[in-house]
């Protein structure tokens, strides 16, 4: 079912390369088709959007009422929204934890400095449509961004003919303000831009399909993005205390994603492996992605037997996963030593899907070994910040010789004159 080795320096790394080389950069084509769009929008705005939308989804953008949103809430399962309204809860209260305050404070010279912490004003979401039409993602970069303050929340998804209920009850129970059934490209296009109905935003968040993704990484620098995602990945590390069946289903939780999903275990027990490749096996003939399981298994799944706890914690640190599971005897203790993960779920009853769904920490999560230097989305994703400096006059005098000593150090001399002027005699 999953190939299984033995860490010997060589074949762990084989392994390493082939999980960072299946998210490869979008295809040359895929490029090109977006950056027309990109042009486009920019030259002509709403005009080209519309006709991208009619000719990918067959019908014009469109704003999603109010009262759409009320019925579709209506319409979804009470035990589907009471679920929805509980995981909202769970972010917000995570998010309000980690909310930045502004502060001012006396310095060492005696002025005053600080700084001043604002929401961004205006935020895309892009949520995509089909059957990828994930609800859990609408409360998970919407929730945040309300928490920090963002003025303005707009989510576009695409125009398909029969929009996803949960999704849009999702933006009701989020407080998005804004929905607008436009997706693509050429919906990342107008944000970037602006085009007529359709605003500008600052920051544009989500996952969506190759174009989309090519479309985020065109556009930033005109708007900030959350992150380029790639494939989803879990690793896992498990030693002779763990239960086979939860070590099974939680790799195959992720493995059922795409066929370019990750699931890897490190354990240190050679036995734990065996019973961990015949669960996969048991497991996946009663799921309903079956296929593509196996082929994700297949192609960069794999168990990987370690000497120690040690090996396996300096691999997990090497791959940075998107999502770290230890399932050891005392999780808790390996915490210290974690450097790299998106997120790290400790013990036997935390699994990926909580993270997915409930806990309150964000599943928009660094992947590719990203987690190296990229933070998961939060609260802080949606902040900026201004610096504060206050001196008076007895305070500025205290460092005058010092300023313009440098200033002149670099030959910016103007610099030095703008502190020495207000000490000279008029």
Known sequence: MIAIIT?????????????RARAGAAGAEVDKAVAE???????????????YSLRFDGAEPREIGRGELEDAYAACPTELTAAMERAAANIRDYNERLLTKSALWTSPDGGTVGRVVRGLTRVGIY??????????????NAVPAKVA?????????????????????????????????????????????????IPRVDKLVGPGNAYVAAAKRMAY?????????????????????????????DLLSQAEHDRLASAILLTTSASMARSVDGELARQTAALSR??????????????????????????????????LELMTENPRALLPQIRNAGAVFLGAYSPEPLGDYMAGPDHVLPTSGTARFFSPLSVESFLKSMSVIEYGKEHLTQVQRQIICMAESEKLTAHANAVRVRFEQQ
């Open 7 to 19: 860490a010997d320096g060589t074949a762990e790394q084989k392994v390493i390369a082939e999980m």
């Open 37 to 51: 769009i990109m042009h486009a929008v920019q030259e002509r705005g709403f005009d080209a959007v519309r006709e």
């Open 127 to 140: 949520v995509p449509g089909g059957t990828a039409a994930y609800p859990s993602s609408v409360l998970m």
């Open 149 to 197: 303050g963002v003025e303005e929340l707009v989510m576009v998804t695409p125009p398909t003919e029969n929009l996803n209920h949960a999704v849009l009850a999702a933006a009701k129970i989020a407080g998005v303000d804004r929905v607008i059934a436009v997706g693509g490209a050429q919906a990342v296009a107008a944000l970037t831009y602006g085009a007529d109905w």
């Open 221 to 249: 620098g005109q708007l900030d993005i959350d992150m380029v995602a790639g494939p989803s990945e879990v690793l896992v590390i498990a030693d002779d205390t763990a239960r086979a069946r939860y070590v099974a289903a």
């Open 290 to 323: 079956a296929e593509t399981i196996e082929t994700s298994l297949r192609d960069y799944g794999c168990i990987i037997v370690c000497r120690d706890l040690v090996e396996a914690v300096s691999l997990a640190n090497e791959i940075a996963p998107e999502h």
